[in-house]
């Protein structure tokens, strides 16, 4: 590989524009690059933090066990809390949908856990957000109905149980 150019600090601000301007185009793959080159000069930038981890999660259908290993590593440097977990919902929510997307043996059962992980950080959210923020709960309730469309039940929930010789 040819060794990377460095963007000047100066260019930040325009790359991060171009970057949001590739992620409304569906070319995550050039928003992530991008992201990268700005994390290069400018490696605490929260916004472009966030939107390196939100490419990451929109190419959950290509390698996904690498994307969500990729992404993870950005959440953890994410300095607010409510971030963190807001945004590890978010992670789990698209790993969900990507599972579904599939269609693999299992997809709706492993969709479930995902969904149900990501339900579990957006409640965490929802304690930490501030007045006027219920981005977390509007995610909350969109797995919610993800859930109710599929064949999975939770474990609470009464099971089948066939009786031998009852």
Known sequence: MSDLKRISIEAVPRATQKAERYRLLNQSWATESICLDILEVDPDNQQVLVMLLLS?????????????RRAREVLQRLSDPYQRSYY???????????????????????????????????????????????????RWNTCARTLGRLRVHDETESQYAPSFGE
């Open 56 to 68: 990451l999660t929109d190419q959950f259908d290509a390698e996904p066990r690498e994307r969500v």
């Open 88 to 138: 590890e919902g978010i992670i789990q929510e698209r790993l969900g949908h990507a599972q579904l997307a599939h269609r693999a043996m299992h997809a709706e059962a492993m969709a479930h856990q995902s969904l149900r992980s990501a339900m579990a950080a957006f409640e965490r959210a929802e304690s930490l957000r501030q007045a006027g923020n219920d981005d977390s709960i509007l």
